[in-house]
């Protein structure tokens, strides 16, 4: 079966970094989107990221930008997520999912999500 699988989360404190990774199998990430998307217990689904198929573009929501930077490396077949001076806002499961490109509402395949723990 085709799926993403995140994984590189866990328990930091404010001001550190976390760097996620996100993998493919069973498919090829050359053709497709990544997003970052983040879900805290009793809250929305927030998008962090996006990077397009080729790596030349990506884009951030407004809370991370300055903090995060996605990257991919197709050859490996998998997405980063660098998290640096992580906040305490920042926790949440974090998912990468693939899409055709950014801005493209709908995604084809979703990871398990990660966990990501900012605490003191």
């Known amino acids: 079966q085709l799926r993403l699988v995140e994984s590189g989360g866990g328990l930091v404190q404010p001001g550190g970094s976390l760097r996620l990774s996100c993998v493919a199998f069973?498919?090829?990430?050359?053709?497709?989107?990544i997003g970052w998307i983040r879900q805290a217990p009793g809250k929305e689904r927030e998008g962090v990221s996006c990077?397009?198929?080729?790596?030349?573009?990506?884009d951030y929501g407004d809370s991370v930008k300055g903090r995060f930077t996605v990257s991919r490396d197709n050859a490996k077949n998998t997405v980063y997520l660098q998290m640096n001076n992580l906040k305490a806002e920042d926790t949440g499961i974090y998912y990468c999912?693939?899409?055709?490109?950014?801005?493209?509402?709908?995604?084809?395949?979703w990871g398990q999500g990660t966990q990501v723990t900012v605490s003191s």
């Open positions: 990077i397009n198929s080729s790596g030349d573009y990506t």
């Open positions: 069973g498919f090829t990430l050359d053709y497709y989107a």
């Open positions: 999912a693939a899409s055709a490109w950014c801005g493209k509402s709908e995604y084809e395949y």
